[in-house]
Nanobody, 121 residues
């Protein structure tokens, strides 16, 4: 069992930045690849970014490439999502997720409760 707690959401003007954090606890968090997803109002949840167990490999959705950066600090059991150049369409609840061993865009095993990001035009 892995517990995930997100933080760092809030409201920001378009063009601004936020950094989300996800603290993991429980059974061997370093065995899990980590991902960020988001759900905008009235829309399906969608993949944003993922990072491998070591942090050496990352993957991004096309709509965040060049603006968002995912990273992890295994010593702190924490994953980050640095979001720059935010747009109003980035407004959503952002979720952290853990997937055993291999990173991917789906089939995650554990989820956090989410943190709201609101970008004002």
């Amino acid at each position: 069992q892995v517990q995930l707690v997100e933080s760092g959401g809030g409201s920001v003007q378009a063009g601004g930045s936020l950094r989300l954090s996800c603290a993991a606890s429980g059974r061997a968090p370093s065995n899990y690849a980590m991902g960020w997803f988001r759900r905008a109002p009235g829309q399906e949840r969608e993949f944003v970014a993922a990072v491998s167990r070591s942090g050496s490999s990352t993957s991004y959705a096309d709509f965040v490439k060049g603006r968002f950066t995912i990273s992890r600090d295994n010593g702190k059991n924490t994953v980050y999502l640095q979001m720059n150049g935010l747009k109003p369409e980035d407004t959503a609840v952002y979720y952290c997720a853990a997937r055993l061993f291999v990173m991917g865009v789906s089939n995650y095993d554990y989820w956090g409760q989410g943190t709201q990001v609101t970008v004002c035009a």
